[in-house]
């Protein structure tokens, strides 16, 4: 039986799990992933999952585990498992402690970007450019992006789903950037002078996600940044606060 159940094999889930392992308490750490399970560390109290849960089975899985408390540690644009979270925490009868994990840096001034909504109106927009575009959102919605494909040089994770999708969305196997970040100011600079890239298309992944550093990198070297808002406001406590709500419910 498990106590604590973490969803996100993000910087932040792996720094909860990691308290959580050095606390002994007994945790399931779900990731979307089999690279996201690849690049944990080793625990000896903190069980690891690389399905991805319907509402139902998150259900299922906190009945069957007997938990007590459960983390939404995902990215902040992952609508939907945070949404089957949160339905799955409804269907059950007795109380579970919740905790949203949100990520620092996501209140940040977005001067002297292009702001769009959704990915449609990015492309939209980028249809009626030229140059080379770095595109760091992900391979998970890159279809979106396919009448770019040509222009499209996308930053992907080094597995083989992520290229797969890249390659799906008619990405030459020449732009593709496959490289676990975040990254550095200077090489985000970098990239976007190899490239030679006009444009950089990004969420607003927060300080974990190397946000503050592209847009740097896009200032300094001229590049325009285009940002993709999330749809919902993003609430929640940090790491630190979730760790000190941890030691009270489980060490003292």
């Not at 990254?183 to 490239?195: G, P, R, V, Y």
Request: aromatic content about 8%.
């Amino acid at each position: 039986m498990s106590d604590v159940l973490i969803f996100g094999g993000t910087t932040e889930g792996r720094e909860i799990a990691t308290y959580c392992d050095e606390l002994r308490i007994n945790t399931i750490l779900c990731v979307a992933t089999e690279y996201g399970k690849e690049v944990l560390p080793e625990f000896k109290t903190v069980k690891v999952s690389n399905k991805r849960l319907k509402t139902e089975e998150i259900a299922d899985l906190i009945k069957e585990n007997k938990i007590s408390c459960v983390i939404d540690s995902t990215h902040p644009y992952a609508y939907e498992i945070s949404k089957n979270i949160e339905s799955a925490l409804k269907l059950l009868e007795k109380d579970i402690t919740f905790f949203k994990i949100k990520r620092e840096s996501m209140d940040v001034s977005l001067e002297n970007t292009l702001e769009f909504s959704s990915n449609f109106e990015a492309v939209n927009y980028l249809l009626n450019t030229e140059g080379n575009i770095l595109l760091t959102t992900g391979s998970k919605e890159i279809s979106a992006f396919s009448g770019l494909s040509n222009r499209i040089f996308p930053r992907v994770l080094p597995s083989v789903d992520s290229i797969n999708a890249c390659i799906s969305a008619g990405i030459p196997s020449k732009n593709i950037i496959a490289m676990q970040g975040p990254f550095s100011t200077a090489l985000n600079e970098a990239i976007i002078k190899e490239f030679d890239c006009k444009y950089l298309v990004s969420k607003i992944s927060g300080r974990s996600g190397g946000f503050d550093e592209k847009i740097e990198a896009a200032k300094n070297t001229g590049c325009i940044p285009v940002i993709i808002l999330p749809k919902t406001e993003i609430t929640g406590i940090s790491v630190e606060e979730c760790k000190v709500n941890l030691e009270k419910l489980y060490n003292e």
